[in-house]
């Protein structure tokens, strides 16, 4: 191991390179990962938009924003902003925490091919939301193809396991209303005295505070071990 900058340690030397994310680092296919995203970062030809008009000559017609894209790379890095993504949706980290933990691990700046430590934010966490945006859905296949096929190839993984998809599940309860006896007495109730109010019917009593106290009752009777009074 050469050391260029004798002002600071590099990284291989403060980590250990037995930990499976330093492993992963020496075998992902960087330069294969970069070659596939960067065509998302091209410039590209804008076709314009012809908006028609009408001047003291005639009608007229003009194109307007035709020409080269200004949108290009990124500012960051292609393979740190691809390396940010992966340790925020294996770790489930937010953008901004992401960042923040990056400037405090040795270890992730090694998985983001950094060979010095720095102590500072890798980037702004909008650019890691706008390059999640720029490589799409085809652009994190790709990602997530190239780390099983490392995992694959350095027997992290054996190929079986990847036979069988392993889905878990939980049940939990919903507060549904159930369409019980008392409950569509009440509504009943409701239309009731909807009906009479326009026909114009009086009626001397509606019966509100016997229904109140009846579905409080009758909710009481559906809970286990309860004893309404």
Same mark, same amino acid.
């Given at each position: 191991? =050469?050391?260029?900058?004798?002002?600071?340690?590099?990284?291989?030397?403060?980590?250990?390179?037995? +930990?499976?994310?330093?492993?992963?680092?020496?075998?992902?296919?960087?330069?294969?990962?970069?070659?596939?995203?960067?065509?998302?970062?091209?410039?590209?030809?804008?076709?314009?938009?012809?908006?028609?008009?009408?001047?003291?000559?005639?009608?007229?017609?003009?194109?307007?924003?035709?020409? *080269?894209?200004?949108?290009?790379?990124?500012?960051?890095?292609?393979?740190?902003?691809?390396?940010?993504?992966?340790?925020?949706?294996?770790?489930?980290?937010?953008?901004?925490?992401?960042?923040? *933990?990056?400037?405090?691990?040795?270890?992730?700046?090694?998985?983001?091919?950094?060979?010095?430590?720095? +102590?500072?934010?890798?980037?702004?966490?909008?650019?890691?939301?706008?390059?999640?945006?720029?490589?799409? =859905?085809?652009?994190?296949?790709?990602?997530?193809?190239?780390?099983?096929?490392?995992?694959? $190839?350095? $027997?992290?993984?054996?190929?079986?396991?990847?036979?069988?998809?392993?889905?878990?599940?939980?049940? =939990?309860?919903?507060?549904?209303? +159930?369409?019980?006896?008392?409950?569509?007495?009440?509504?009943?109730?409701?239309?009731?005295?909807?009906?009479?109010?326009?026909?114009?019917?009086?009626?001397?009593?509606?019966?509100?505070?016997?229904?109140?106290?009846?579905?409080?009752?009758?909710?009481?009777?559906?809970?286990?071990? +309860?004893?309404?009074?």
């Amino acid at each position: 191991m =050469q050391t260029t900058d004798f002002f600071r340690c590099r990284i291989d030397a403060m980590i250990d390179l037995r +930990h499976p994310l330093a492993v992963l680092t020496t075998h992902l296919p960087w330069g294969v990962i970069e070659a596939a995203l960067a065509p998302k970062f091209e410039r590209r030809d804008r076709p314009g938009q012809l908006l028609e008009g009408l001047d003291m000559l005639g009608p007229t017609a003009t194109l307007v924003g035709a020409g *080269r894209s200004n949108a290009g790379r990124p500012r960051a890095a292609i393979r740190l902003l691809a390396s940010l993504l992966y340790l925020k949706h294996s770790f489930d980290l937010s953008d901004e925490d992401v960042c923040e *933990r990056w400037s405090e691990s040795p270890l992730w700046q090694f998985f983001s091919g950094r060979d010095y430590y720095e +102590h500072r934010l890798p980037c702004d966490a909008t650019q890691l939301g706008r390059f999640r945006r720029d490589i799409g =859905q085809d652009g994190l296949e790709q990602l997530l193809k190239a780390t099983i096929d490392t995992a694959v $190839a350095t $027997a992290a993984v054996k190929p079986e396991a990847l036979e069988r998809v392993t889905v878990d599940t939980t049940v =939990q309860e919903k507060a549904i209303a +159930h369409p019980v006896d008392s409950r569509l007495l009440e509504i009943a109730r409701h239309k009731v005295i909807g009906a009479a109010k326009r026909c114009g019917i009086g009626l001397k009593q509606t019966f509100a505070k016997e229904g109140k106290e009846l579905r409080r009752k009758a909710g009481g009777y559906a809970e286990p071990g +309860h004893k309404p009074s």
